[in-house]
């Protein structure tokens, strides 16, 4: 029998040995591992309870590049001219359809009455600027031999719901020239055009467009019935929506964790090891988050799914940390001397390899896309968050739970008896199989780059590109963009000349080649500026007479027509408003350099 004491003795030297072994920071952490686990529970705490906070960003400047010459040249143009913005606002329009017959009906108008009166009163809506037939904003106007005419479409002191007077809408809607627009091409639906406020006038703070969508949606839930339907667009509503699946996306992503849960074990076949591993990339979510709010940033369109590359980052990792351990265990190893040796073996190439990671997520920092940037600041924080939790936590939590023999047993096992797909991948190492798979690769890499030539860049489909094709949103949108003239993808074009001299005659007649020039340009729906609202606008003063369809020559008239009849002068920035079929693509393309050559 051996003796006790110097077992004893060799034991401790070992301890010892292990104890005074490998680099400072290893020594630093494993010689004082309680202390490290309680700083990660309060760092967990802490930027847990950060993370609670974490608030969707879908701020709209950050969609595109604000460095772009376009947009610095729009934003000179409005600080110029005197505008804040594009003067296009932000709207939503409501469609109020019917399934049989048409709008000139009593339920169908009293139930636009309702809606109208209800969403007028919602938190966010500017009253005053909302437009529907009930409302007088909306109006027809006629020339006639006694001069003007003209009134709202209904007039709610005179309707009295009589087929009288439901011809008289009628009428007044084909002289509104709000067919197409306010009112469906085939007198099916007309719309509620809501102008929303950017702040709650109630409380003052930035307006919650999640809570305004979920008014809209009671409003919606409240008046469609089977021979009612209403169809809502807008970016605020298409937002929200955006922001709704947010939710969606959480539950996917329990779904995914318990897949992976799953998965893990079966290839490691270990409770503690998988529970470990698991924990530790959970923390890093939970830490990423928690740091990206106390940055000041939110979760944005594309940042959303960052959480989900972190948590996958994490498992693979830790799945290498964990057969290192495995490996050093079933060497005869105790499990803290396993995890020291794990750490010593893979912390330096485990860095390295992080490193190259969040190096590779922060060069989108030089895209200036605001969505873009933040997507990689979130990717290189998470990142960074899990050299940490991986390469520090996960090694000091197995010293303590250790591996279970059965993950042992299996490591081993498969050590011993590969497996046939393992075996099939390792035949690729030998130098005839590798010249075929490189032959492959070469043949599939041509191939690549031939088909490559018909790539498309930017949305191939109609609507909003963030939400599926057979979302409401989209459906909704469809319906307007199928049954009304108007288009959802506007342009919006700007002139400018030297000071007093936006109304030469000269300059708005260039305007109204250019406006004819866009006019026949595939793609372009319509176009609105200045040149052609004189022309129009003299037709009107000149009792509708169309020989008059044409710019008057003297500057003074020109202005006076331009100003819709007004004394007050124009700004000092022509736009041209352009409606456009879609927003693929080729058609962008085709108007700028329709623009640029004109230019």
Known sequence: MANPGKINKGMLAMKDDAHNNGSMIERILFNNRILVLLLFALATLALGYNATKVRPDIDLTKMVPQGHEYLQNARKVFEESGRADTGTGSVVRIAVAVEQG??????????????????????????????????????????????????????????????????EIRENILKSGHLGSFIANDFKSSIISIPVLETNPETGEKLNIQDFSRQLEGVRAKYQADN?????????????????????????????????????????????????????????????????????????????????????????????????????????????????ISF??????????????????????????????????????????????????????????????KAIQHAEMKSAKPGNLIDFFSRFTESKAAAISIGIAIAGAAVGIYLS?????????????????????????????????????????????????????KKIDLLNRFEWVLQNTPGVQSVQSDASKAKFTRIAFNEGNLKMLALPRVEKTLTYYISGGSTLGVESALFLKVELSDHKEETLQRVVTAVEQFA
Not at 159 to 166: H, I, L, N, V
Not at 307 to 333: C, D, M, T, W, Y
Not at 361 to 389: K, M, N, P
Not at 455 to 484: H, M
């Open 453 to 505: 030539q018909g790539l498309k860049i930017g949305d191939l489909d109609k609507g909003a590109p963030e939400l599926r094709a057979n979302s409401v949103y989209n459906q909704d949108n469809d319906y307007i963009t199928t049954n009304f003239s108007t288009s959802t993808d506007e342009m919006l074009i700007f002139v400018t000349n030297g000071p007093g001299m936006a109304t030469s005659y």
């Open 344 to 405: 010593r073996q893979l912390v330096k190439p485990g860095i390295i390899a992080l490193i190259s990671d969040g190096m590779g997520f922060a060069t989108l920092l030089v895209i200036d896309v605001g969505v873009i940037q933040d997507l990689a600041v979130a990717a290189s924080v998470g990142v960074a968050v899990l050299i940490l939790t991986n390469l520090v936590l996960l090694p000091i939590l197995i010293s303590y739970g250790g591996v279970t023999p």
């Open 102 to 167: 048409d709008i000139f009906s009593t339920s169908y108008l009293e139930s636009l009455r309702k809606i109208s009166d209800e969403v007028s009163l919602l938190s966010g809506v500017d009253t005053g600027g909302l437009l529907s037939l009930w409302t007088p904003g909306l109006n027809w106007i006629a020339v006639t031999e006694d001069g003007f005419e003209g009134g709202p479409i209904i007039d709610s002191s005179l309707y009295d719901g009589s087929e009288a007077y439901m011809a």
């Open 228 to 340: 009612l339907q209403i169809k809502i667009i807008g970016d605020v509503k298409k937002f929200a929506d955006l922001t709704d699946g947010f939710m969606s996306i959480a539950a996917f992503f329990a779904v995914a964790f318990l897949i992976t849960a799953a998965l893990l074990y079966y290839y490691s076949r270990g409770t503690k090891s998988t529970i470990a591993t698991l924990l530790c990339s959970i923390i890093a979510v939970i830490w990423q988050l928690g740091i990206l709010v106390l940055f000041g940033y939110g979760v944005g369109v594309f940042s959303v799914l960052v959480p989900f590359l972190i948590f996958a980052i994490g498992i693979s990792h830790g799945v290498q940390i964990i057969n290192a351990i495995i490996r050093e265990a079933s060497a005869g190893k105790s499990s803290y001397e396993a995890a020291r």
